[in-house]
């Protein structure tokens, strides 16, 4: 089963799409893996202390894109395979760099600038 011990909620940010992303982070990272189980929508619920309706939105979305099949009266699995994955890395990773590329320019860096901070932390 999906664990959620180490999931961390932020501010700012609305808790159905946390967990979403903590989801998808992990699927990405292959610490999720297809056949997975999560946790029922009641216990993810009692676990973070939020509205069941919260972990239902996730979930459904969840559904929306495919990545988990749930069954009435059964248990959600994870739905990944090599391209979904690949598409998983791809979505989260250009978001990331678009916050960092904006970011940047809202500094003031160049290119060649925030090119050469990434390099001088990528070791």
């Known amino acids: 089963m999906?664990?959620?011990e180490?999931?961390?909620?932020?501010?700012?940010?609305?808790i159905y799409l946390q967990i979403l992303l903590y989801i998808k982070r992990?699927?990405?990272?292959?610490?999720?893996?297809?056949?997975?189980?999560?946790?029922?929508?009641r216990m993810l619920s009692a676990l973070l202390g939020v509205n069941p309706?919260?972990?239902?939105k996730a979930y459904k979305m969840l559904e929306d894109e495919g990545l988990i099949a749930s069954h009435a009266g059964a248990k959600s699995l994870m739905v990944l395979d090599e391209t979904t994955i690949a598409r998983l890395?791809?979505?989260?990773l250009a978001d990331e760099v678009r916050a960092m590329a904006r970011s940047f320019r809202q500094m003031g860096l160049s290119k060649e600038e925030a090119v050469a901070l990434l390099d001088a932390y990528w070791e």
Request: zero cysteines; hydrophobic letters at 45%.
């Open 2 to 4: 999906i664990g959620f």
């Open 6 to 14: 180490d999931f961390i909620m932020a501010d700012g940010m609305p």
């Open 26 to 41: 992990g699927a990405a990272a292959g610490a999720i893996v297809d056949g997975d189980e999560l946790p029922s929508r």
């Open 53 to 56: 309706n919260t972990v239902q």
């Open 89 to 92: 890395k791809k979505e989260l």
